[in-house]
Nanobody, 115 residues
């Protein structure tokens, strides 16, 4: 069974940085576009960033220039470096394939940005 485990979230002040990590069981990284998603309280889950198997990246306009997604296929890891955080970035962050697969959703990692 494929599992995705996210970690690295926490509480940070506005303007600060965090790096999220996602570890996967199985070999899904090697053949899938991977994405970081987030869901703020009372809002729908949204795609934040994605990275192809060849390293091509895409970002939501709201995080462009502040967040950087990367992956290590040998380690089955995907990362999200988040800089210049603001309170609007507060959410639970998840990783999944793109398009996402229902069975792959993990518990996510909470990011809280204080003003």
């Amino acid at each position: 069974q494929v599992q995705l485990v996210e970690f690295g979230g926490g509480l940070v002040q506005a303007g600060g940085s965090l790096k999220l990590s996602c570890a996967a069981s199985g070999s899904i990284f090697s053949s899938n576009v991977m994405g970081w998603y987030r869901q703020a309280l009372g809002k729908q889950r949204e795609l934040v960033a994605s990275i192809s198997t060849t390293g091509r990246t895409n970002y939501a306009d709201s995080v462009k220039g502040r967040f950087t997604i990367s992956r290590n296929n040998m380690k089955n890891m995907v990362y999200l470096q988040m800089n210049s955080l603001n309170p609007e970035d507060s959410a639970v962050y998840y990783c999944n394939t793109l398009p996402s697969k229902r069975d792959y959703w993990g518990q996510g990692t909470q990011v809280t940005v204080s003003s």
